[in-house]
């Protein structure tokens, strides 16, 4: 068997803590941003729409056999539209807010 030895197998304090910090800011630079996340809502509400919209043709030309997968592709287009509002809300809150402040 062996021992690794105590000195190779500890680092030291201050080598960690830049560690540390480096992947603090690669985590900073790597996060998307906020209009990557407002156009990914947009997106996903325009897919789901798209979606609704095939199936109900689908339905009315009598090629749906399946009622469950209208009403799942509804549903979710259903949550991406009411989450779209409350994302559209809260920016409308903050700009509200930002612009009430005083210099």
Not at 3 to 22: H, R
Request: proline share 3%.
């Amino acid at each position: 068997m062996y021992i690794v030895p105590i000195s190779s197998a500890i680092t030291p304090l201050n080598i960690l803590s830049q560690n540390e910090t480096a992947a603090a800011d690669n985590n900073k630079t790597d996060s998307p941003s906020f209009a990557d996340v407002f156009r990914g809502v947009i997106t996903d509400v325009t897919e789901t729409q798209q979606v609704v919209n095939e199936d109900s043709a689908r339905l009315v030309m009598g090629e749906i056999d399946d009622l469950h997968t209208i009403y799942n592709n509804l549903t979710k287009a259903e949550i991406a539209v009411e989450t779209f509002v409350a994302v559209k809300d809260a920016c409308q809150q903050s700009y509200d807010q930002i612009m009430q402040m005083s210099m």
